[in-house]
């Protein structure tokens, strides 16, 4: 069985950020997989920014990630990048920490405009890691994300585009365990 690490780098606690990448995690989890959610802004500040890998929350945090087979990065989009909180946590793994794993690279964003902020700012960040295959990125619109009475409604477009992705995901899955 696979054991898939979503890694969401918002700052913010109602992040529509990570309602998708819970999403993404229960659509594994479909599939007999142990999913894991890793929210980097509950990790505490000053050891995180001061890179203490020792600290036992930010060594915790680092097991997940080798233990892991399948890692999802969630992050929003700033400024045409993804967000520094996730870099930081990037910065903390070592020089190959993603070899032997998927990655599916997410973010979400206001605008279609910030699309290759994937490809050209994250994708290089997770080559560089030593990734065993990276699939699709998946960029979903703000307003496709939609939030009510506990519910999370993804619209049909960014529905489709997730659908497809997971299952990429998925099979690369398949070629790790």
Do not use: C
């Amino acid at each position: 069985m696979s054991n898939v690490l979503v890694i969401s780098g918002s700052p913010s606690p109602m992040s529509k950020t990570e309602l998708v990448g819970d999403h993404v995690a229960r659509r594994l989890a479909e599939y007999e997989w142990h999913t894991g959610h890793l929210r980097v802004r509950t990790l505490p500040a000053t050891p995180l920014l001061h890179a203490h890998a020792a600290h036992p929350a930010i060594a915790a945090a680092l097991d997940q990630v080798s233990r892991a087979d399948g890692i999802v990065l969630a992050t929003p989009t700033y400024k045409a990048s993804f967000s520094g909180l996730l870099k930081t946590f990037l910065d903390l793994l070592p020089q190959y920490g993603f070899t032997h794993k998927a990655v599916l690279p997410l973010a979400t964003g206001g605008s279609a405009a910030h699309v290759l902020a994937l490809d050209y700012a994250l994708r290089p960040v997770v080559h560089s890691l030593g990734a065993r295959h990276v699939v699709q990125s998946v960029f979903v619109l703000d307003k496709h994300v939609v939030h009510e009475d506990g519910n999370l409604h993804i619209g049909q477009s960014g529905s489709v585009m997730l659908d497809a992705v997971i299952e990429q995901f998925r099979k690369a899955l398949v070629g790790t365990s």
